[in-house]
């Protein structure tokens, strides 16, 4: 994700970066010009008698191609949003649970703190690969019995450690480290790992619906190509840099869309995973070893 000043305009406004809707659409916006052009050429030198056009079709049809891109931008916002928030929640229940595993387990077990703050920051890591497709053991860390390099690729990383640290809970709770009250708590928050990762895999799986997205394209598609025909007369060979212009604009508004309604992969506004993997990590293994242990 980008991160910058939402108040410095000038510099927003002439900045251009890698996934700056420019880059992606000058071909078709060249070729879009070249089409208006033709076409004004036609209709104001070729064709006699002109034949006086209408702009009241498109100015209807402008209406309700911007409901349209109002609903599918904001779709696609409340998407990113709401994968935010789930990567919140996961930040706030590591800390919970490996606050409480340190204030439950007695200092004894010490081992057992350093293994579910290791297993938790393990938690992050697969969680963030495994919503792009892209497992990578060498991003977790060993810790007693969980050694990643010698055990088995599961097919689901994220559910394998949710199991180890259901394992440890229910292994101290077997041993009298963990009283009944206690190991309910720490259940409510570990059951919030497998939510958050059923809620992100949901948001991932789940795009607009196709024949929306299809119907979308073409209407904008058919509304550009026309324009020419509609406001030839209204703006003459001005019609060319109009065309461009409000293609520009309808078509940056679709890419948009398309780019943050998956917010879990590598583009440039998609959420800082990593950044947030990093930041679970560190903050378990501060809470794990807390007055210097």
């Known amino acids: 994700m980008i991160n910058y000043n939402p108040k410095d305009w000038f510099s927003l406004i002439f900045r251009f970066h890698r996934s700056d809707t420019f880059r992606v659409l000058w071909p078709a916006m060249l ?54 928030k789930l990567w919140g929640t996961l930040v706030n229940c590591s800390r919970n649970l490996v606050m409480q595993t340190r204030a439950f387990v007695p200092p004894a077990q010490r081992t057992s703190h350093h293994y579910v703050a290791t297993l938790v920051g393990n938690y992050a890591y697969a969680l963030k690969n495994h919503l792009r497709d892209r497992p990578d053991p060498g991003e977790l860390e060993a810790d007693g019995p969980f050694q990643p390099r010698e055990t088995d690729a599961p097919p689901h990383w994220p559910n394998y450690l949710a199991h ?56 904008l598609f058919v509304y550009v190509m026309t324009m020419p025909f509609g406001f030839i007369y209204d703006f003459g060979y001005w019609i060319t840099l109009i065309v461009v212009f409000v ?13 943050i309604e998956q917010p879990f992969g590598r583009d ?24 210097g242990e």
Not at 175 to 190: P, R, T, Y
Not at 268 to 291: F, G, K, M
């Open 268 to 291: 440039q506004n998609d959420l800082p995973l990593d950044e947030l993997a990093a930041n679970i990590r560190r903050n378990a293994r501060e809470l794990s070893s807390v007055d």
């Open 164 to 219: 180890c640290l259901y394992r440890e809970l229910a292994r101290l709770h077997q041993q009298g480290h963990l009283g009944d009250a206690q190991l309910l708590v720490l259940n409510g928050e570990l059951r919030q790992f497998t939510d958050v990762c059923g809620a992100c895999e949901r948001i991932k799986r789940t795009p607009i619906p196709y024949s929306y997205s299809l119907f979308l394209k073409k209407f």
């Open 247 to 259: 293609f520009y604009v309808l078509a940056s508004l679709e890419l948009i869309a398309e780019e």
């Open 31 to 84: 070729c879009i010009g070249l089409y208006a052009g033709l076409v004004a050429y036609l209709e104001m030198a070729v064709w006699e008698p002109p034949r006086k056009s209408s702009s009241v079709m498109h100015s209807l049809l402008g209406f309700v191609i911007s409901l349209m891109l109002v609903f599918r931008t904001n779709t696609a916002y409340e998407r990113w949003s709401e994968g935010r």
